[in-house]
């Protein structure tokens, strides 16, 4: 009977050795996890590193474009119809990042008024982070009004020309997007012909092919009230750079 007993016993345990392992052979881990984000201080805004590439792919333009609302959408801009100050004129400027091109066009002599806006998108009254999303094609452009009698158009295409890399497709430096594309903006046939004239000049002293486009001049958008004389004002670090009539200080494009 004591036999029978272990064997009974022993067969027991056995069993649920086998039916109740010490172990799990499928142990479960922690796989889920938090996107790390790294603070981009150009754009003030954060990237996750997982969506870094296919930002920056959207950014060039690839990948599906999101339907905009039916509020926004325009299927054409109008010309800017803005009207300058009496005895002025307006010209207009895209070359990357807008506050670094409003202070070096602020130091030309003549120059009476500097705005920065965006322009020939899609959508109406477009916001900082609608064109940072390169889904509405607006350029990042500098507005001038300036004193024909005291600055010429042609000086103010030498600085354009002066401020940028006019050979880099939708790229300045480290921004890259179709809102930093390089661009011509008229508002007259006399600045058409300036603007294709002044190109044609400078593509033969460069060893690569321009990719400015001059193009009408349409709505502008005057960007938000902090992108205003941004650099002059003192940028992210309080530091104010010189819009003072010819200066040729360096700008620090980031403030």
């Known amino acids: 009977m004591l036999r029978s007993l272990t064997l009974a016993t022993s067969s027991s345990l056995s069993s649920s050795l086998i039916s109740k392992p010490f172990f799990s052979l499928s142990p479960k881990l922690p796989l889920s996890f938090s996107p790390i984000s790294l603070p981009f201080p150009q754009t003030k805004r954060s990237i996750s590193l997982y969506r870094a590439p296919m930002n920056i792919l959207k950014n060039l333009g690839f990948g599906a474009k999101p339907a905009q609302s039916a509020e926004n959408t325009a299927i054409a801009q109008g010309p800017d119809d803005d009207v300058p100050a009496p005895g002025q004129q307006f010209a207009q400027f895209g070359a990357g ?7 070096a066009f602020q130091r030309v002599p003549g120059v009476t008024k500097t705005e920065v ?3 020939q998108g899609f959508i109406h009254n477009p916001t900082y982070e609608d064109v940072c999303s390169g889904t509405t094609n607006h350029s990042e452009v500098v507005r001038v009004q300036y004193d024909p009698k005291e600055c010429s158009y042609e000086s103010l295409l030498d600085a354009f020309w002066a401020r940028h890399d006019p ?6 430096g480290n921004d890259v997007g179709t809102q930093y594309r ?8 006399e600045q058409e012909k300036a603007a294709k004239e002044s190109m044609e000049k400078q593509q033969k002293v460069l060893n690569r092919k321009i990719v400015t486009e001059i193009l009408p ?12 004389q941004y650099l002059a004002k003192g940028g992210r670090f309080g530091f104010k750079q010189s819009a003072e009539k010819g200066c040729n200080d360096p700008i620090r494009c980031y403030g």
Request: with cysteine; hydrophobic share 30%; glycine share 8%.
């Open 97 to 103: 990042c807008f506050w670094g091109v409003e202070l």
């Open 182 to 189: 390089s661009g011509i903006y008229f508002y007259t046939p």
């Open 117 to 119: 806006g965006y322009t």
């Open 217 to 228: 001049a349409r709505k502008f958008y005057r960007a938000e009230e902090y992108h205003q």
């Open 167 to 172: 050979t880099t497709l939708n790229r300045q």
